[in-house]
Nanobody, 124 residues
């Protein structure tokens, strides 16, 4: 059973930074791509960032490119999302996702395990 536990959300002023963490358990972490998605009130869940199983490849949504950085620490079974220059439009519940298929370059939303989410609120 794959378990994902996010942490690090909170309230921050526009222009500030937060780092989200997602601790994974239940299988060999290093063999699977990981990612972050978010869902704002009244909107559909959207892709934010993903990192390949190897850690070599990353991909970002245009809206966060240059501001957010995804990384992983296989020794700690943890994936991170460093968020800088936060904007009010970044306000959402952020979800960690783990790919269900091994050794791919990114998480497929339709075949992922999900964490419970962590709230990020950016005030203007």
């Amino acid at each position: 059973q794959v378990q994902l536990v996010e942490s690090g959300g909170g309230l921050v002023q526009a222009g500030g930074s937060l780092r989200l963490s997602c601790a994974a358990s239940g299988r060999t972490f290093r063999n699977y791509a990981m990612g972050w998605f978010r869902q704002a009130p009244g909107r559909e869940r959207e892709f934010v960032a993903t990192i390949s199983w190897s850690g070599i490849s990353t991909h970002y949504a245009d809206s966060v490119k240059g501001r957010f950085t995804i990384s992983r620490d296989n020794a700690k079974n943890t994936v991170y999302l460093q968020m800088n220059s936060l904007k009010p439009e970044d306000t959402a519940v952020y979800y960690c996702a783990a790919d269900s298929v091994g050794r791919r370059n990114g998480v497929s939303e339709g075949s992922a395990y999900w964490g419970q989410g962590t709230q990020v609120t950016v005030s203007s």
